[in-house]
């Protein structure tokens, strides 16, 4: 009998569902007990305000209850005194809709002593009822009505301007109002200590009376400014000293959005000042800026220090450089801001706290940032703009480096992109270079010993995180032990390395835009990105490559010297010589960087670029020889052959396989050049065929080259006959197949286990294919039978003797073969066949595929599983 799965899979699949039931029961088990558990009253001991409920966990006194998981809260029903905030809540706001509705509507219809007393009786029974209220007890009674008591102030102030002042400045006395709002609700929070929401109210009203004063006076900006840093100084206050946390809160959230206006303002008056005596009071108002916000930092807690700082910094950086920046052009402001910025690193010895400090040299490093992100794009440019002469190659030397590069930016604006990149650069570099002494000024910032999170296991077992420590000279490594939850600072060499790596780069970079603002010649450029790449790659070959932290700086230089190479290759494209000198240069640069470095990867990286390279070299020399695409073809194939032949020389090297692999692109390439010829392209594919026939003499090459070497043989014959517009290719395939067949058959004889695509298949796919594709444009009826008969017979041999190569191309042979046949009866059919039929059809085999889908898949796997077992 046959099991349908079989019976070991049939087997563990109910042992997977047994063992899921099991573990559902004991779950439901488990809720039931504590659901009983949680019935019983409570135990007369429980500590008063104790709940173990809610943390999962049955009261004291209940044995056997299980316990749920920490933090499980059981949903309960509603409290009463939720239900006593939604209704006090509610008849708020219906109190305050009244009040409106009475303000706006009814006003007029009373006299003023009726609205006088009116407004005196409710207003001053909503301010008393909340002491009465909290004498009892009923607090969330007294913070409604405390609520309408502030909405009914606002509506007192409102009444009192549209009848007693009516000609009164609306913004003025919207000033002064909410200056005596703040005040009296300060002092009623005050007095009713245990209401939430007086004193949060008041630091509310006491954002607008300096606004609202220096827009009623029609002061100038630089005075709104002030206005707006005055109230945040007055909310930084509230927030550190304030009473109660929505005290604190609602100060933060007020100061936060009245400093970023104050400094908005006085960035954009110091922006678009005229020359520094402009920019001199919106400097100074910048300035007082930064004093507070560093103020502030002095004794805020460590993450609203830190962002206390970076505020600082940069209004420091905004209003110093602002002042030289209005005397500067356009292109050279950048440069005054960018000196401010770095001045900021002498923080680590101004004695400022260590979270303010961090802040400090964070906005230090993020002027830094933006200086280099304005810088380069301009580099960008420089190093992609040579991409424009690949649609006109070789029509003449430039007169300037700057004319190469076809549409630029305005090259006079960033004339101080060099040495906003030079400057970095060097400091950069000036810290790698005396890193001990950069590490040794740092380190007040990163002694303190801080304590991680600890993961799940340090917390069971209650041991705390490890702490931060500081290095203690240099190169010394930056870490913390202990749990996984632990947070890692990097390593001091993998610091070091970033920065000799950013020094690297920027200087090289610094080096280009010189360049391009000083317009050199043509040839001055040429051969100074030249010898840029030959000092990358010398840097690259005399750099570590064993130490993570010091590869950053030959990775760095291997990445440039690539990219320089690709771009200093585009830039020679606009001359003969220079293309030759250039690529040539390169060629012999990268090859000597491959054989004098050490490593495996980038000695493999050299390797490919110099064989690319001289590929590049070989479709030089055609076009100078005036040869067509196709014809220049042969001569691309040089350099593969070279490849087969160091490939040959190298072995098991682990360079070998890239070089060939380079090579076999390159050949690729030449085979793309004679697609538009084909007796060339003929030509081209069996001279692959013979590289890839000499590859496959070496036997790790064989399996793969092998096949490929047949493969391009066949090909080419094919191509070949095409090209001849042979119309009986068996006349010259047949002489092929019957020796290559007769090879094989004594190849099986001998070494029964070969497979029979190596024996068969390049001698059957010889005359098969290429009389496929005449028998599909033939219309004569005799090809296609004699064809079918061949297939078929082929296919029954497979099946015989069980041969994968017969089976599987007498087979797909005999199919196409008999689906040309049919073709014409098959559209007949379908045309006299209604419209909605083959949809119809097409949608009952899908549901009867869908329906047997199991049985379809095994039955395609024992199919694979046969054609496995085939040879």
Not at 198 to 210: D, F, R
Not at 512 to 540: F, I, R
Not at 674 to 702: I, N
Not at 802 to 829: I, K, M
Request: proline share 8%; with cysteine.
């Amino acid at each position: 009998m046959e099991h349908e799965p079989p019976p070991a899979e049939e087997l563990a699949r109910l042992d997977r569902e047994l063992a899921e039931l099991d573990a559902r029961r004991a779950q439901l088990l488990t809720r039931r007990a504590w659901l009983l558990a949680a019935l019983r009253p409570p135990a007369p001991t429980a500590a008063p305000g104790w709940n173990p409920s809610a943390w999962g966990a049955p009261p004291p006194g209940r044995p056997g209850a299980p316990a749920q998981p920490w933090g499980y809260v059981p949903k309960q029903p509603s409290a009463p005194r939720s239900a006593q905030n939604v209704l006090l809540t509610l008849g708020g706001l219906l109190l305050t809709v009244a009040a409106v509705a009475f303000t706006l509507v009814s006003w007029g219809s009373m006299g003023i002593g009726g609205r006088s007393a009116v407004l005196a009786a409710v207003t001053l029974g909503a301010l008393t009822a909340p002491a009465v209220l909290l004498r009892r007890g009923l607090a969330a009674t007294a913070e409604a009505l405390a609520a309408l008591a502030l909405v009914l102030t606002l509506l007192d102030v409102y009444a009192v301007h549209a009848v007693a002042a009516p000609d009164t400045d609306g913004l003025g006395f919207t000033a002064v109002a909410s200056a005596v709002l703040a005040v009296l609700w300060t002092a009623y929070g005050l007095a009713l200590g245990k209401l939430r929401l007086p004193l949060p109210a008041a630091v509310v009203l006491a954002q607008w009376p300096l606004l609202f004063w220096a827009w009623a006076a029609g002061a100038p900006a630089l005075v709104v400014g002030g206005a707006l840093l005055a109230t945040a100084v007055l909310d930084g206050v509230i927030a550190l000293w304030g009473k109660g946390p929505g005290v604190r809160v609602t100060a933060c959230v007020g100061g936060s959005a009245m400093g970023f206006s104050a400094l908005m303002v006085g960035l954009a008056l110091s922006t678009t000042a005229y020359g520094p005596l402009g920019a001199a009071a919106p400097g100074a108002l910048l300035l007082a800026a930064a004093a507070a916000a560093l103020a502030g930092a002095w004794r805020a807690p460590k993450g609203f220090a830190r962002t206390g700082g970076v505020v600082a910094g940069l209004a420091a950086v905004a209003a110093v450089g602002g002042v030289p920046a209005a005397a500067l052009s356009d292109g050279w402001r950048v440069l005054a801001y960018l000196l401010c910025g770095l001045a900021l690193t002498g923080v680590v010895r101004a004695g400022l706290p260590r979270d303010a400090a961090r802040g400090v040299l964070a906005a230090s490093g993020a002027v830094v940032a933006g200086a280099l992100v304005w810088a380069l794009p301009s580099l960008a440019a420089v190093l992609l703009g040579p991409v424009t002469l690949l649609s006109d190659v070789w029509a003449g030397s430039p007169a300037g480096f700057r004319s190469a590069l076809g549409s630029t930016p305005p090259w006079s604006e960033l004339a101080a992109a060099p040495v906003v990149l030079a400057l970095v650069a060097g400091l950069l570099g000036s810290a790698y270079r005396w890193w001990p002494s950069v590490v040794r000024i740092a380190a007040p910032l990163g002694a303190r010993e801080e304590t991680p999170e600890p993961d799940a296991a340090s917390a069971a077992a209650g041991t705390p995180g490890a702490a931060w420590t500081a290095p203690p000279g240099a190169g010394a490594p930056w870490y913390t032990v202990g749990g996984a939850g632990a947070r890692r600072r990097p390593s001091g060499a993998a610091l070091r390395g970033a920065a000799g790596a950013g020094a690297l780069a920027l200087g090289w970079g610094a080096l280009l835009l010189a360049g391009v603002v000083l317009d050199v010649p043509y040839a001055v450029a040429v051969a100074g990105e030249t010898a840029l790449v030959a000092g990358l790659l010398a840097l690259a070959v005399r750099g570590g490559w064993s130490g993570r932290g010091a590869s950053a700086v030959p990775v760095t230089a291997l990445v440039g010297a690539v990219s320089g190479a690709v771009s200093v290759g585009l830039l020679s494209l606009a001359s003969e010589g220079a293309s030759y000198a250039v690529f040539g240069a390169l060629a012999v640069l990268f090859a000597g960087a491959a054989v004098r470095v050490g490593a495996e990867v980038p000695r493999a990286v050299f390797a490919v670029a110099s064989v690319v390279w001289g590929t590049v070299l070989t479709g030089f020399a055609g076009r100078s020889l005036d040869l067509a695409p196709h014809e220049a073809a042969p001569l691309v194939l040089l350099v593969p052959a070279l490849t087969v032949l160091l490939g040959a020389r190298l072995r098991r090297n682990p360079v070998a396989l890239p070089v060939e692999l380079t090579g076999a692109l390159g050949a690729l390439v030449a085979v793309g050049l004679a697609v538009s010829d084909a007796p060339f392209l003929a030509l081209v594919l069996a001279l692959c065929g013979v590289l890839a026939a000499g590859t496959a003499v070496r036997p790790e090459r064989r399996p793969v080259a092998g096949c490929l070497a047949a493969a391009l043989f066949v090909l080419a014959t094919w191509v070949r006959l095409a090209a001849s517009e042979v119309s009986f290719p068996e006349a010259y395939t047949l002489p092929v197949t019957v020796p290559a067949l007769v090879v094989g058959v004594l190849r099986r004889r001998r070494d029964p286990e070969a497979s029979s695509w190596t024996a068969y298949g390049p001698g059957l796919a010889a005359t098969l294919l290429p009389s496929l594709a005449v028998a599909w444009t033939d219309t004569d009826w005799l090809r296609p039978l004699l064809l079918g008969v061949a297939a078929l017979v082929i296919t029954l041999l497979g099946a015989r003797y069980r041969l994968q190569a017969l089976l599987v191309l007498g087979g797909v042979v005999l199919a196409l073969d008999g689906l040309h046949e049919l073709a014409p009866y098959v559209a007949q059919v379908a045309g006299a066949l209604p419209r909605w039929l083959p949809p119809a059809l097409a949608g009952l085999l899908l549901l009867v595929v869908g329906a047997t889908y199991e049985q379809r898949l095994r039955d395609a796997r024992r199919l694979k599983d046969a054609l496995g077992r085939m040879r």
